[in-house]
Every structure is written in structure tokens, then in C-alpha cells.
């Protein structure tokens, strides 16, 4: 690789050194500055002139940033360290991933999953199934969806070091935002861009909904986010929800369509999974089910099929499936307390739908939700309007604004905190709300019966819930 040819392709301009330092060999890793070594290329948001000093230190290959202050281009010029500045940091990191995919694993399939709700349970299925298969697979997702934004170079670092550490891969499993952003504005084409740079032989788009309140204003922004991925798949096989109206408007080459409706469809759901007429997976033999679960499976079976995996492995993989974290995960037996991450209208719905189906005669259920910090007024109120919606007399409602737990990042404001309260009153809601969410749960658990159901939801702001809970218990 030259620099020259690296800045051209992202748009960058070289200052500082017009060669890589010290004239050394790109180590064909592109990571982060804290994990790189001698010979990587580093991508990072911002740099100022400190970190300029500890890349030239540690005789980093280049630095490639959207955001120098500080002094970073001085520092760049006096140590003649090279230093690319590039207007879309996310053409560097869309760049990084086509650069790792080719050059480390480029004799794999890659399958890419979007949407906006349930693709990481869907990509970790996908790469379960692999793996029980036998195959050596890759994925992003993991349980606290740390790596699925790619708006770093960390997927393209984990690459190479899979590789280097376990040889050629088989299988790339790789998650993509379908709406992303950074400090609060909208990086347009995100989920085209990194599914072009992956190359993908399978795509899989769960849904389209609203959750990116502030990036995006209107359901047709987000369709139009999600609408170029097939683009992207071009030839590949498309895995799309027949379900979801917005879905079935995506234009698609080669589209496998599955149904929790319609038994016209190649894969469907019918009190089991059916591909075409053939029973391929019992009711008894699904690790969930609750209708969002399944949704999920049926994307990752539709995508293990079209990547030709053996039926029988498919599933057997999908019996042995356990979810991942704060997917309607079980904390306790009595009272049966239910995690999950739901943290946007559909989800919030639909857990909470799926858990009234579990209450029996004189069984309460008790939802603790977190309100979203520093996330905008319009998600919180959408969200509210979510609970409002699906709320009945017999449930009991507590909000937690979580300040124990959550950082700077993440803090619930006075308006978001208050947009809840209003839409609650409004509707003549009952509920009770917590600063902290240690005292939230404790009063939970102190009224709640051994019969009882306990449902917690939300984003960070529950994060830290099970562990709460390990003292509380």
C-alpha cells in the first residue's frame, strides 16, 4: 500500500510526511492507537497534538483522522509524522474493512445484517449455526453491541488478529447499523457504504422502524438509509421480513422472503419453520418463542440455507442456541425477572407484549423501564408513547433515570426525564420514578410476589441491572 494511494481513496489530505514514517512497511493492521503497534495504520475521530507525539512514539505507519485541534497538525509537521485528514472519517473506516476483508479473508463468504431491530440476536445466530457446523466465522455483534457501528477501525483490527491468531476464515458475519451517526449528525449511506466495502454474498434486513431519533426525522429517512444495502448484495441473496410493508418495497435481485403470515413465501413460520412444504425445524425444538424471537431465527435460517448449510446442522445449531445477553434473558426463577434490550418502539411493544403472555391467574407484572440518556426528547417521547400504548391496568410501571450507573455519555436530561412524566399524566398512567436504579429494583423486588413477573427494558440505562440484582437477591 503507498499513502498517496490511501489518501486518494479517502478523500484525505497528507500533511506532515508524504511517506509512511520512518519509511517502514504497512503491517497490514489498522487499528486503534491504544492497540497499535510498530507499522499499523491508525483511524481515530479526532487527534490532537499530544496524540500525534504517542503515534510517533510508537512508530506508528500513519494517523488517519476527520478532526485535528490541539496542535495536532504542528506536531505532525515537526515530527514529519504522516498525518491524513479526511472529511468523512467513515470513508477511512469503510476503506480499513475492504482493505482487511480482501487481504485477510478474501476467499470467504460474508454475509452483512441491517435493520432496526433484532440483528444482533440475528447475526449471533447466523454465526452459532456456523459454528456448530463446523465452520471458522467471524462476527461483530457481541452482547453489549460494542463493535456492530463500524465507525472505528476495531472490526477490521479483530479481523486480521483472527486470522493471524487461527487461519483462514469461512465465514464473515458482520452487523451494520442500519442508521448511524457521530456527535449527533447523520453519516449518510452508512449501512451502503460498509455492506459495498464487505463484498457480501448474503444480506439480511430484519425491519424498518424508527430508533435514531435526531439522525433521521422520519420513517422514510430510514428507508432511505436501508434501501441501497440490496444494491450493495447486487447478485447475492437478499434475506428480507415479508411482514414488514417497507421491507417488501426494497428492490432486490434475488430476494428470499420469510413469513410469520404467509405460507406463500420460500421460509415460514406455522406453529414450526417450513422451507417450502418441508417441516424443517419443531415448535419444541425453538431456544424462544415469543414472535420477535422467531422473526429472528427465521432471518438467520433463511441465511444459513441460501449459504447452502446442511438442513440437519441448521437445526440442531438452532436447538443449542442460547441468547445473548438482555435478549429476554431469565435472571431469576421466583420472581421470574426478564431482561431485554428494548429500547425503541417496536421493541418496547413487542417485549412487553410477549411477557404478558406469560402471566397467569393473580400474576402481576412489573415493568422497570430506563429512560434513555442524552439521546433526544423525541426517542424518549416516542418510546413513552410506545408504553402508553401497550400499558393495561394490571401492569405496574417504574422508570429509573439510572444516575447511579450511567456516565457523562449517557445522563438522562431534565427534558427527556420530563417528556416521560408529561405523555404518562397525560394518558393517566400510573408510575413510580427513581434517580437510581439500585433503589428502582429494590422496591421492585420488595413488592413483587414469588409468583410474580419482572420485566426489565431499556438501553444503558439497565445495563448494569443483573448485577444490581446479584446484590439485591
Not at 72 to 89: G, H, M, N, Q, Y
Not at 358 to 383: F, P, W
Not at 399 to 404: A, P, R, W
Request: aromatic share 8%; net charge negative.
Amino acid at each position: 500500500m503507498r499513502i498517496n494511494e490511501l489518501a486518494n481513496s479517502i478523500n484525505g489530505k497528507i500533511v506532515g510526511n508524504d511517506n509512511f514514517f520512518l519509511n517502514q512497511d504497512f503491517t497490514g493492521r489498522f487499528t486503534l492507537l491504544n492497540d497499535s503497534s510498530k507499522g499499523d495504520i491508525v483511524i481515530r475521530h479526532w487527534i490532537n497534538g499530544k496524540g500525534i507525539e504517542i503515534a510517533a512514539n510508537k512508530d506508528i505507519a500513519c494517523l488517519i483522522t476527520q478532526n485535528p485541534k490541539d496542535g495536532a497538525i504542528e506536531a505532525a509537521e515537526r515530527l514529519s509524522f504522516p498525518l491524513i485528514v479526511t472529511d468523512k472519517i467513515e470513508l477511512a473506516n469503510a476503506y480499513a474493512l475492504n482493505w482487511t476483508v480482501e487481504n485477510y479473508s478474501p476467499n470467504s463468504k460474508n454475509i452483512v445484517i441491517t435493520g432496526t431491530n433484532g440483528k444482533s440476536t440475528t447475526s449471533h445466530m447466523i454465526y452459532h449455526i456456523l459454528k456448530s457446523a463446523g465452520y471458522h466465522a467471524f462476527t461483530n455483534t457481541d452482547s453489549e453491541s460494542e463493535f456492530n457501528t463500524l465507525i472505528d477501525p476495531m472490526v477490521s483490527k479483530l479481523i486480521s488478529d483472527e486470522v493471524n491468531a487461527n487461519g483462514e476464515l469461512d465465514f464473515l458475519v458482520i452487523e451494520v447499523s442500519e442508521v448511524q451517526g457521530w456527535l449527533g449528525n447523520l453519516m449518510k449511506n452508512h449501512a451502503s457504504l460498509m455492506s459495498n466495502a464487505l463484498n457480501p454474498n448474503i444480506g439480511v434486513i430484519t425491519n424498518i422502524a424508527m430508533d435514531h431519533i435526531g439522525l433521521v426525522n422520519s420513517i422514510e429517512e430510514v428507508f432511505d438509509e436501508v434501501s441501497a444495502v440490496p444494491q450493495a448484495i447486487g447478485d447475492g441473496i437478499t434475506i428480507l421480513n415479508y411482514d414488514d410493508e417497507l421491507v417488501r418495497k426494497l428492490d432486490s435481485q434475488n430476494p428470499f422472503y420469510w413469513s410469520m403470515n404467509d405460507k406463500s413465501v420460500d421460509l415460514y413460520f406455522d406453529n414450526g419453520i417450513y422451507y417450502g412444504d418441508e417441516l424443517i425445524i419443531e415448535r419444541e425444538d425453538l431456544p424462544f418463542t415469543s414472535n420477535h424471537f422467531i422473526q429472528n431465527i427465521l432471518s438467520a435460517v433463511g441465511a444459513c440455507i441460501s449459504l447452502g448449510i446442511d438442513l440437519k446442522d441448521i437445526k440442531n445449531a438452532v436447538k443449542s442456541y442460547r441468547a445473548l445477553n438482555r435478549r429476554f434473558a431469565k435472571l431469576n426463577d421466583e420472581p421470574l425477572i426478564i431482561d431485554d434490550f428494548a429500547h425503541n418502539p417496536d421493541g418496547i411493544r413487542n417485549t412487553i407484549g410477549e411477557t404478558v403472555k406469560l402471566l397467569q391467574d393473580n400474576q402481576k407484572l412489573y415493568v422497570a423501564c430506563a429512560i434513555r440518556g442524552s439521546r433526544g426528547v423525541e426517542i424518549n417521547q416516542l418510546n413513552v408513547e410506545a408504553l402508553v400504548e401497550i400499558l393495561n391496568p394490571e401492569i405496574t410501571l417504574f422508570l429509573s433515570s439510572s444516575n447511579d450507573v450511567v456516565n457523562d455519555l449517557n445522563y438522562v436530561t431534565p427534558e427527556e426525564r420530563n417528556v416521560f412524566f408529561e405523555v404518562l399524566n397525560e394518558n393517566n398512567i400510573k408510575y413510580t420514578h427513581f434517580d437510581n436504579l439500585f433503589d428502582c429494583l429494590s422496591e421492585i423486588y420488595r413488592l413483587a410476589r414469588n409468583d410474580d413477573i419482572i420485566l426489565l427494558i431499556g438501553a444503558q440505562g439497565m445495563d448494569p441491572a443483573e448485577s444490581l440484582l446479584k446484590k439485591i437477591l
